[in-house]
């Protein structure tokens, strides 16, 4: 059974950074596309970052220079960096998996999400 578990969201003030962690079990995060996707109030879900099991990562334009997409295969976890952050990063955030042998992953379609982690930035 493939489980995703995130955590490290929070409150933080504009200009702030948090780290966010998906854990990973019944799936090896390098045999996957694994992805973050975020969804705000009153908007679509958007995919936010992506890494390849080639390790060749996707972002969207919005959070280009700010946030970061890496991995850790010992602890078979994934992780957002977002520094810089902005009024509106404020949404729900999950990671996805879709076992795959792609080069790249953007566009990708998660078979298995995780719960959510919300993220709330606000002065």
């Known amino acids: 059974q493939v489980q995703l578990v995130e955590s490290g ?3 933080v003030q504009p200009g702030g950074s948090l780290t966010l962690s998906c ?10 596309c ?7 109030p009153g ?3 958007e995919e936010v970052a992506t890494i390849a099991p080639t390790g060749v990562t996707t972002w969207t334009d ?3 220079g700010r946030f970061t ?3 850790a295969s010992a602890k078979n976890t ?12 404020t949404a729900m955030y999950y990671c996805a998996a879709k076992v795959s042998d792609s080069y790249k992953c953007a566009g ?6 995780g719960q959510g982690t919300q993220v709330t930035v606000s002065s």
């Open 9 to 11: 969201g929070g409150s």
């Open 23 to 32: 854990k990973v079990s019944g799936l090896t995060i390098n045999n996957a």
């Open 34 to 40: 694994m992805g973050w996707f975020r969804q705000g």
């Open 43 to 45: 908007k679509e879900r």
């Open 62 to 64: 919005s959070v280009k």
């Open 69 to 71: 997409i890496s991995r």
């Open 78 to 89: 994934l992780y957002l960096i977002m520094h810089y952050l902005k009024l509106e990063d």
């Open 108 to 113: 990708m379609v998660g078979d298995y999400w």
